[in-house]
């Protein structure tokens, strides 16, 4: 739907582009972009924060912020989608990926895209963009975990080669996994073991 300028030296920012002519620059998360995730958060709708969060929280909790402005600069990678709404930068989009309780190998993402910007390719770009940072660190395999209901998000993680499977310590949810370096295959199915109590991209471990 988007089209991607990319830079051939990742992980640089990359400047996105819809097809309705809506520009956002996705960049890795910065110290000082407490104010802009904060906004950005305590926006969304009540469904989007769920489904991001898996908890009904109405505003980002101070511990979760600094956990989403500090991701581990070695093993995970943390972007911003920022817009300018008048003169002002506005994110739209937050992706990451983290290491959890699973093998060295893998890494845990979640996503989320700005309600009224949400249906015009973003996301599809940022998930692009982790499985592209991944792949850069050695990272072998991608997994993320979905609510039920979430229909968007598992049709995207579909698109992108994801298989989706019973998650086995959370009835609310599925895993999708995507072992980097195979080609996407639509449909595909892979059986991905669930550590119970892992941490996850979702939220900060406790
Ligand atoms: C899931 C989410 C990230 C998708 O982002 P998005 O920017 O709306 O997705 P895109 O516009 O890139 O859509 C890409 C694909 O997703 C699927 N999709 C998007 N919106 C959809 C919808 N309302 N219903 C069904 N499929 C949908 C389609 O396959 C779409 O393909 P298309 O390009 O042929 O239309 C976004 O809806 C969101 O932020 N949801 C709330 C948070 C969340 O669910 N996070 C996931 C936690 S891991």
């Known amino acids: 739907m988007g089209a991607a300028i990319t830079n051939p030296n990742p992980p640089a920012p990359v400047l996105w582009s819809s097809a309705d002519c809506r520009l956002a620059l996705l960049r890795p998360v910065r110290e000082h972009d407490a104010p802009l995730i904060e906004a950005f958060v305590n926006g969304l709708s009540p469904q989007s924060r769920m489904r991001r969060f898996h908890t009904g929280v109405k505003t980002l909790p101070p511990s979760w912020l600094q956990w989403m402005l500090h991701p581990d600069p070695l093993r995970d990678v943390a972007l911003l989608a920022i817009a300018v709404d008048g003169r002002q930068p506005v994110c739209v989009g937050e992706a990451r990926f983290a290491l959890g309780d699973g093998p060295p190998g893998e890494r845990e993402f979640a996503l989320v895209v700005a309600d009224d ?57 599925l895993q999708v996994a995507r072992s980097l370096g195979d080609a996407p295959r639509h449909g595909a199915t892979r059986a991905v073991a669930h550590r119970p109590g892992a941490a996850s991209a979702a939220l900060p471990a406790h």
């Not at 997994?143 to 992108?160: F, K, Q, S, T, Y």
């Open 117 to 173: 910007w949400q249906g015009v390719g973003l996301g599809s770009e940022l998930l692009r963009q982790l499985g592209h940072r991944a792949a850069l660190q050695g990272v072998e395999r991608l997994v993320g975990d979905v609510m039920r209901d979430n229909l968007p998000m598992i049709e995207l993680a579909r698109r992108h080669g994801y298989a989706v499977r019973t998650h086995r310590g959370d009835p609310r949810l």
